[in-house]
């Protein structure tokens, strides 16, 4: 019923549009920065860090997922971290996010990874299940820390 394939430069105006709308759903929409330019280039371009995967449904995108390789020093392998899934509102349920996230298991294991790991906001309930319901276990003895915007380049500039 899906279709998931890694996502191409002229995927870009697709892949905005779906950050965007996880953005909303995130209750974060005026937070998007990104254009369909520096999409195309900070995802496809020759400096990247970052792959995506585009999840159809009849020819037609219901899905994206971004991901990059981190480290583990003491495993000493690469992990993936799954930095954005979407699954457009109409497909939720369907089973797509599922595949989406069995592809990226694929590719984590394909790849040597010795994890596979992503965050998610406290209050999606919806996603937390799916993940319970995959095996998944939530990480609590960490705390994510994060620096942007002023604060980033205020410190760096010491």
């Known amino acids: 019923m899906f279709e998931i394939r890694r996502a191409a430069p002229e995927d870009a105006e697709t892949i905005l549009r779906f950050i965007t709308e996880l953005a909303v759903y995130e209750?974060?929409?005026?937070?998007?920065?990104?254009?369909?330019e520096s999409v195309r280039s900070s995802l496809f371009g020759p400096s990247s860090v970052c792959e995506a995967a585009?999840?159809?449904?009849?020819?037609?995108?219901?899905?994206?997922?971004?991901?990059?390789?981190?480290?583990?020093?003491w495993k000493a392998r690469n992990g993936l971290y799954l930095e954005d899934l979407y699954i457009t509102p109409d497909q939720r349920g369907s089973g797509a996010g599922r595949q989406m996230l069995r592809y990226m298991a694929r590719v984590?294991?394909?790849?040597?990874?010795?994890?596979?790991?992503?965050?998610?906001?406290?209050?999606?309930t919806p996603a937390i299940r799916a993940y319970d319901a995959i095996g998944a276990e939530?990480?609590?003895?960490?705390?994510?820390?994060?620096?942007?915007?002023?604060?980033?380049?205020?410190f760096a500039a010491g």
């Not at 209750?27 to 998007?32: H, T």
């Not at 971004?66 to 480290?71: D, I, K, L, N, P």
């Not at 010795?114 to 406290?122: G, I, M, N, T």
Request: one cysteine or more; glycine letters at 8%.
């Open 138 to 154: 939530p990480q609590t003895e960490w705390i994510r820390y994060r620096m942007s915007g002023r604060t980033l380049s205020d």
């Open 27 to 36: 209750k974060a929409g005026d937070e998007v920065e990104a254009t369909v």
């Open 108 to 124: 984590a294991v394909e790849k040597g990874c010795a994890r596979f790991e992503w965050s998610v906001l406290d209050w999606n």
């Open 54 to 73: 585009i999840c159809e449904t009849h020819g037609l995108p219901v899905g994206f997922a971004v991901w990059f390789y981190s480290y583990s020093t």
